[in-house]
Structure formats: C-alpha cells, structure tokens
C-alpha cells in the first residue's frame, strides 16, 4: 500500500496570508490526525477528523481549521499567518482511531516570513 | 489535559550499551502507550506499543514496561546500533480525551 502523501513539501508565505496543506491517508484509513511540530513546543495535537467530522481538537487558535472529504483526504487551514506558525506540519491516518498505530506522512515544512 | 514528561532528553551510548528512556503521564485514565522514533529529517515512525491491561511487551532489541500505578511507561533498547540513533517519543493517549500528548523527545546517540 502506499503511505501516507501531503502535499506541499515545503511552503514559504508571509504574515497575514493563509495556506492550505493537503493529507492523503493510507488507502483504507478513516482517521486522519494532523500535528504542528516546532524545536520550541516540540509535537503538538491539532485536531482528527474521522468520516468528514471533527472527532478531537487540541489547544490551537480557530485560525487553524481542517476537513475531511468523503474519500478520507484531509486539508488543513490556517488563516492570517503568524511568524510563530512556522513549523512543520504532520498528518497521519490509522485506520479508525488514534488509538490505533498511526501512519505519519512526510510532512509540509512551512515558513512564514 | 495530560502532563507528559520524558527523560533524558538526550542519552549517548557506545555502541552494544542498552538504553532506557522513561515517560511520565498525570492522566489516570490514559490506556495507550506508544513509542515513536523520529530519525533527522525523516517522519515519526511507531516503533512500539502497549496497552494499560499488559505490563511488558518485546519485539527483539526493543521493549516497553508498564507500570500504571506510578504512571509511567518506558522503552528499553538492547545491543544498541548507530542506526538507532534518533529521536524517541513517548504519547501516552488519554483515556478521556482520545488526545495524544507527546513528551518532548529524548535524542539517542549511539557511537560507534
């Protein structure tokens, strides 16, 4: 099977613009959980999606925003960046919950200047 | 919502040395407990798990002990190798909240 993909790699955007990361789970897997990884705050919960639904949100500003589409895909928003939003950005599918082996994607590497 | 500590936050071992990383959780309801191992510039990767009704599990060089009544799980690497140098972290999964909280990593350098 193949793993799980995001797309893009790598993002460069300046303060105040919004950027859209894209999740594509391993064929088969319903849950979808993305992560901002950071040197300072280390691996930190964003939110899971499961059948198009949020199921479980970390302690993130509602700039950051996600959904689901039926075929289990998973995009992620964030609104009027911050330099503070540079990070790297994970996501990754189990098959039905995160209590599950998760599945991490290579991640988006994104820098906000 | 959960506290999770991790220690060492860095461990260097020759080579054959075994190594023990420990990971502390406040939450009492928490029942999963996973390892994940994150080489430089490459994904976190699940190298163990355990559930809260088993106290040990092994898969050859690694295992992870349970001990639920001090709140703590931790990872033993036997026979270390320079390939398994990388970052190692704990995310115990809150039983209430179905919310992983990773500790902040223990970086592994086995030298050669």
């Known amino acids: 099977k193949a793993g799980v993909t995001q797309t893009p790699r790598y993002l460069i955007k300046t303060r105040g613009q919004q950027v859209t990361l894209s999740c594509s789970p391993i064929?088969?897997?319903?849950?979808v959980s993305w992560y901002q990884q950071t040197p300072g705050q280390g691996l930190q919960f964003l939110f899971e999606?499961?059948?198009?639904?949020?199921?479980n949100k970390g302690n993130f500003p509602g700039r950051f925003s996600g959904r689901q589409f039926s075929n289990s895909r998973s995009e992620m928003n964030v609104s009027t960046l911050e330099l503070g939003d540079s990070a790297l950005y994970l996501c990754?599918?189990?098959?039905?919950?995160?209590?599950?082996?998760?599945?991490f994607g290579p991640g988006t590497r994104l820098l906000v200047l | 919502g959960e506290n999770v500590e991790q220690h060492p936050s860095t461990l260097s071992v020759q080579e054959g040395d075994s190594a023990v990383i420990k990971c502390t959780y406040s939450d009492s309801a928490s029942n999963y407990f996973p390892w994940y191992k994150q080489e430089l510039g490459k994904r976190p990767q699940l190298i163990i798990d355990?559930?809260?009704?088993?106290g040990e599990k092994k898969d050859q060089r690694i295992a992870v002990t349970l001990n639920k009544t001090a709140k703590h799980f931790s990872l033993h690497i036997t026979e270390t190798q320079p390939e398994d140098s990388a970052v190692y972290f704990c995310?115990?999964?809150?039983?209430?909240?179905?919310?992983?909280?990773f500790g902040r990593g223990t970086s592994l350098i086995v030298h050669p």
């Open positions: 064929s088969g897997h319903r849950s």
């Open positions: 995310a115990p999964l809150s039983g209430g909240s179905y919310i992983p909280t």
């Open positions: 990754a599918s189990s098959l039905l919950t995160s209590s599950e082996t998760q599945y």
């Open positions: 999606y499961f059948s198009e639904t949020q199921r």
């Open positions: 355990i559930r809260s009704n088993v």
